[in-house]
């Protein structure tokens, strides 16, 4: 399966991880002497189920000396645009895989079983446009206590995004402005459940609202099959937006290398 990474994120002053990247993209922050990136392609490339790797946003000076082969895409100026830059040069590409896996670049403790999972939802359950992942609250915070990640709640409970999603390579046509809106709101439940209109808000807001709403949903204002995948992995939602985080995720990766080290 082909692979789009997005990687062009560059926090501005003010925001929480500027005065770590200082301007540079945040895919780029040095752990352990290596890129973040470099631990995302690590899981990647580990797993046998994945073709091509796609890099959108970073130029290929960025990418030298990253585990590859790699295609490198220049930003193209957000997320979205990202995203369809990525696709199209899928598109045009020899035998492009049905399915893509559009992954964060700064998830860097994802691992090849990780990336399996997410995948393997696809093959169990075939046909849908958008496979979307989700962790509960009680297996992120078990795993990644003091986390601080943002939840949605809904009926079946507290559940936060995850930064690895499937996509059909050629998907239906759902209008852009919505995916502008959703993507700028990805951080917030609840500026993400006012886009989808009256009656889902009041049920979000009651908790009255369920995965099943969510998927109906997808076809009704996105017009695209959606599935919602509960992982058991909180690897595909601990993502770096604040210096606490990228704290915790140093942390990890440094046990896992000297857990290595030790077992040689």
């Keep these: 399966m082909d692979v789009i990474v997005t990687a062009g994120g560059v926090p501005a002053p003010g925001e929480p991880l500027y005065p770590v990247t200082q301007g540079k993209p945040k895919a780029l922050i040095p752990i352990l002497g290596r890129p973040m990136i470099a631990y995302v392609l690590d899981a990647l490339l580990g797993s046998k189920q994945v073709g091509r790797?796609?890099?959108?946003?970073?130029?290929?000076?960025?990418?030298?000396?990253?585990?590859?082969?790699?295609?490198?895409?220049?930003?193209?100026?957000?997320?979205?645009?990202?995203?369809?830059?990525?696709?199209?040069?899928?598109?045009?590409?020899?035998?492009?895989?049905?399915?893509?896996?559009?992954?964060?670049?700064?998830?860097?403790?994802?691992?090849?079983?990780?990336?399996n999972f997410v995948i393997n939802a696809y093959l169990r359950q075939p046909g849908y446009d958008l496979y979307y992942t989700v962790v509960e609250k009680s297996v992120m915070e078990a795993r990644f206590p003091g986390s601080r990640r943002t939840y949605a709640r809904i009926k079946e409970g507290a559940f936060t995004g995850g930064d690895l999603t499937l996509l059909?390579?050629?998907?239906?046509?759902?209008?852009?402005?919505?995916?502008?809106?959703?993507?700028?709101?990805?951080?917030?439940?609840?500026?993400?459940?006012?886009?989808?209109?009256?009656?889902?808000?009041?049920?979000?807001?009651?908790?009255?609202?369920?995965?099943?709403?969510?998927e109906r949903l997808a076809v009704k204002v996105g017009r695209m099959r959606?599935?919602?995948?509960?992982?058991?992995?909180?690897?595909?939602?601990?993502?770096?937006?604040?210096?606490?985080?990228?704290?915790?995720?140093?942390?990890?990766?440094?046990?896992?290398?000297?857990?290595?080290?030790?077992?040689?």
């Excluded at 957000?78 to 895989?97: F, K, V």
């Design 53 to 115: 790797v796609v890099i959108a946003g970073l130029p290929p000076e960025a990418i030298a000396g990253l585990p590859g082969p790699l295609i490198s895409l220049p930003s193209q100026g957000g997320m979205l645009e990202n995203i369809e830059a990525g696709l199209e040069c899928l598109r045009r590409s020899e035998a492009p895989s049905e399915y893509v896996l559009i992954c964060s670049s700064d998830v860097p403790l994802i691992t090849p079983e990780v990336v």
């Design 168 to 214: 059909r390579l050629n998907p239906p046509d759902t209008p852009r402005d919505l995916w502008q809106k959703l993507i700028a709101a990805r951080k917030s439940p609840w500026r993400q459940a006012e886009l989808i209109g009256f009656w889902p808000l009041i049920k979000f807001i009651t908790r009255r609202f369920t995965i099943a709403d969510a």
């Design 226 to 264: 959606g599935r919602v995948v509960i992982s058991p992995y909180p690897e595909l939602a601990m993502d770096v937006d604040k210096p606490g985080q990228l704290a915790i995720i140093e942390q990890e990766l440094a046990r896992r290398a000297q857990s290595v080290a030790s077992s040689r």
